[in-house]
């Protein structure tokens, strides 16, 4: 089985509605993340999570929300969607030994806003 | 903000031809990680570079991490389609625990 698991893995919405992209790992580590994919832009950090009680604004956080819900479930919401929030979306894991760590992505979700 | 460039966006080689992607970033970083993403896939970590003027091998991979430790590359000697992705640097900051991504370099293998 995977270690970090994204659910949904497509969604298709239209604007104003709210959506909610879960993610769950299996690997023990403290440190999440929720980055957005667009093509030719690499990946930008929406938000991030040291632990349960940890949530930390990343460099594109508006109109978006997150829950840590437990050690191993981090959820991402778009309260009212909107079409430049079509995007890959992906949850990554890292372990809370020290800054040097690899991160562990899960598969996506490719989110589309109509 | 801070910021990690990274050239060329695309690069397109015959099979067997050399590879080298390149990151530079606007101030120094305390490591650098390189990341690939296959087609379709999700960014798999590939090494991390610490000291300055690090040089490690992975088979035909080779990557450098500058003296200043601003700048990066990976070479890929003699390119074979299972190469074929983006690869990503992606720097850590001394002033916060986040990485922050280049906009990677799609390798594409001519047909």
């Known amino acids: 089985d995977a270690d970090v698991t994204q659910t949904p893995r497509n969604r298709i919405t239209k604007t104003g509605k709210r959506i909610m992209l879960e993610c769950s790992q299996t690997k023990g580590h403290d440190r999440m993340y929720w980055y957005r994919q667009d093509p030719g832009l690499g990946l930008q950090l929406i938000y991030y999570?040291?632990?349960?009680?940890?949530?930390n604004k990343g460099e594109i956080s508006d109109g978006y929300s997150v829950s840590r819900q437990a050690q191993a479930k981090f959820s991402l919401s778009l309260e009212s969607a909107i079409p430049n929030q079509t995007a890959l979306y992906f949850c990554?894991?890292?372990?809370?030994?020290?800054?040097?760590?690899?991160?562990?992505f899960g598969p996506g979700t490719r989110l589309t806003v109509l | 903000g801070q910021q990690v460039m990274q050239i060329p966006q695309y690069q397109h080689v015959q099979e067997g031809e050399d590879f080298t992607t390149y990151c530079n970033s606007s101030?120094?970083?305390?490591?650098i990680q390189w990341y690939k993403q296959r087609p379709g896939g999700h960014p798999v970590f590939l090494i991390q570079l610490v000291k300055s003027g690090e040089v490690k091998k992975q088979k035909r991979l080779t990557f450098q991490f500058g003296e200043a430790k601003k700048n990066s590359s990976l070479h890929i000697t003699a390119t074979q389609t299972t190469d074929v992705g983006t690869y990503f640097c992606a720097g850590h900051l001394y002033s916060n625990y986040q990485l922050i991504w280049g906009a990677g370099t799609k390798l594409i293998i001519k047909p």
């Open positions: 101030t120094t970083l305390s490591n």
């Open positions: 990554a894991t890292s372990d809370g030994f020290g800054v040097d760590n690899e991160q562990f």
């Open positions: 999570s040291f632990d349960v009680k940890d949530i």
